[in-house]
């Protein structure tokens, strides 16, 4: 069993729709991440958070807007989202960046995406 | 940007048998982080090793980090059905967490 928490675990929804994937940790981690899974892929870095605060984007598209409204909740807003864009969403939490070893990435079940 | 490659892409061991896959950074990392992935689930951590040359076990799990602290491996020993899934790296350069770059993967299966 993952502590974090995500849902929808399974959306379906259409390119002109707005929806949102939620997560939510209680570890009291202070980084929290979106990476997107595409099948028989690597998971991909979208976004990171540091103490409520974007500090990492990488050059993700704007259909997908991260909000972070406080230190346990992490949202990923979608809309106008092309078939391509379908896959897992992983939303992920971790202790604050102190530049010390064993800060580990705790990965919540994921987000099934399909754009139609 | 940084590239972390894993080698074999795929893998298929009667049970019983060892199994090893191999990970390569194109750039020294701080640590290395290793996680399995269960067929339609998600990425768990197994371990992390920082230092130069570190090997770690767990039970039938062997983990090294490479001298130059750009390569790193994991070898299974007498594998087991319960083994199945993908075997994923992950590294960075500086010893923060914010940007770990996962390896490309190895897909474990298992032959009864």
């Known amino acids: 069993d993952t502590e974090v928490t995500q849902t929808p675990k399974h959306l379906v929804m259409g390119m002109t729709n707005k929806k949102s994937l939620k997560c939510e940790q209680h570890?009291?981690?202070?980084?929290m991440y979106w990476y997107k899974q595409k099948a028989k892929k690597p998971p991909e870095l979208m976004f990171v958070y540091s103490y409520e605060k974007l500090s990492i984007n990488e050059s993700v598209p704007s259909r997908f807007s991260p909000e972070c409204p406080n230190s346990s909740l992490l949202n990923l807003h979608l809309h106008a989202l092309q078939p391509e864009d379908s896959a897992l969403y992983l939303c992920a939490s971790s202790h604050e960046n102190d530049r010390r070893p064993g800060n580990t990435i705790y990965f919540g079940e994921g987000s099934w995406l399909t754009v139609v | 940007g940084q590239q972390v490659m894993q080698i074999p892409q795929y893998q298929h061991v009667q049970e019983g048998e060892d199994f090893t896959t191999y990970c390569n950074s194109s750039t020294t990392l701080s640590n290395i982080q290793w996680y399995k992935q269960r067929p339609g689930g998600h990425p768990v951590f197994l371990i992390q090793?920082?230092?130069?040359?570190e090997v770690k076990k767990q039970k039938r799990l062997t983990f090294q980090f490479g001298e130059a602290k750009k390569n790193s491996s994991l070898h299974i020993t007498a594998t087991q059905t319960t083994d199945v899934g993908t075997y994923f790296c992950a590294g960075d350069s500086n010893f923060g967490n914010e940007k770990l770059t996962f390896g490309t993967g190895t897909r474990l299966t298992i032959i009864p």
């Open positions: 090793l920082v230092k130069s040359g």
């Open positions: 570890m009291g981690h202070r980084a």
